[in-house]
């Protein structure tokens, strides 16, 4: 079945510095969703790209979607303490009517920031 | 604008009895998901429906596990004969379509003693 996988299962900076997390599917995908997911809390959707080569920015977060469709990145510019958490890359799973639906999730990277 | 609700928030029970979790999803949306979280990892994909049709059910969801959306508004999920293993989040989220984000409720967080 899909696997969905991310580097690195966890990272810890210093408030200030970057941070980057990448996503790999075993298998292309319709589009990409991001959610962030703050200890103790549930998913928050962030982001969905559908384009290959697709680049969107929220203020400090930059999403990337491969050109394969097969890979995305999240960067985050100058972290701040608020943006602790676990960062899930998640991809549809194709049915058969080919409208996706259910989600794959990622492994996740978990981001702690100290000041 | 109210979100996905789930309820209880928290269930502890003795390993052997039956649960059940509610999920009332956004108003408008005709999809609704079920995911299972444990410790450290991504929800899983268990079961969803498409108004009132539960379209997909995962490998993961045990003869022991029903989930029924009767007149495609809430949904339940049942969990008959509790095991020890079944102790994790469950997730609800819905969406308007299949090719939407999907929005999660803050889950119900299952204790089996």
């Known amino acids: 079945g899909q696997q969905v996988m991310q580097i690195p299962q966890y990272q810890h900076v210093q408030e200030g510095e970057d941070f980057t997390t990448y996503c790999n599917s075993s298998?292309?995908?319709?589009?990409i969703q991001w959610y962030k997911q703050r200890p103790g809390g549930h998913p928050v959707f962030l982001i969905q790209?559908?384009?290959?080569?697709e680049v969107k920015k929220q203020k400090r977060l930059t999403f990337q979607f491969g050109e394969a469709k097969k890979n995305s990145s999240l960067h985050i510019t100058a972290t701040q303490t608020t943006d602790v958490g676990t960062y899930f890359c998640?991809?549809?799973?194709?049915?058969?009517?080919?409208?996706?639906?259910?989600?794959?999730f990622g492994t996740g990277t978990r981001l702690q920031v100290t000041l | 604008d109210t979100g996905v609700s789930q309820d209880p928030r928290h269930k502890i029970t003795k390993r052997g009895q039956n649960v059940t979790f509610r999920c009332d999803p956004i108003?408008?949306?005709?999809?609704l998901y079920w995911y299972r979280q444990t410790l450290g990892q991504g929800p899983e994909f268990l079961t969803y429906?498409?108004?009132?049709?539960?379209?997909?059910k995962s490998r993961l969801l045990s003869d022991r596990f029903s989930a029924e959306r009767p007149k495609g508004s809430f949904s339940t999920l049942e969990i008959q004969r509790t095991e020890q293993g079944d102790s994790a989040m469950y997730l609800c989220?819905?969406?308007?379509?299949?090719?939407?984000?999907?929005?999660f409720g803050d889950g119900t967080r299952l204790s089996i003693l």
């Open positions: 790209l559908v384009k290959s080569g």
């Open positions: 998640a991809g549809p799973s194709p049915e058969r009517t080919g409208t996706a639906s259910k989600l794959t």
């Open positions: 108003s408008e949306h005709n999809r």
């Open positions: 989220a819905s969406s308007l379509s299949g090719r939407q984000p999907q929005h």
């Open positions: 298998t292309t995908l319709s589009n």
């Open positions: 429906f498409q108004n009132e049709a539960q379209l997909e």
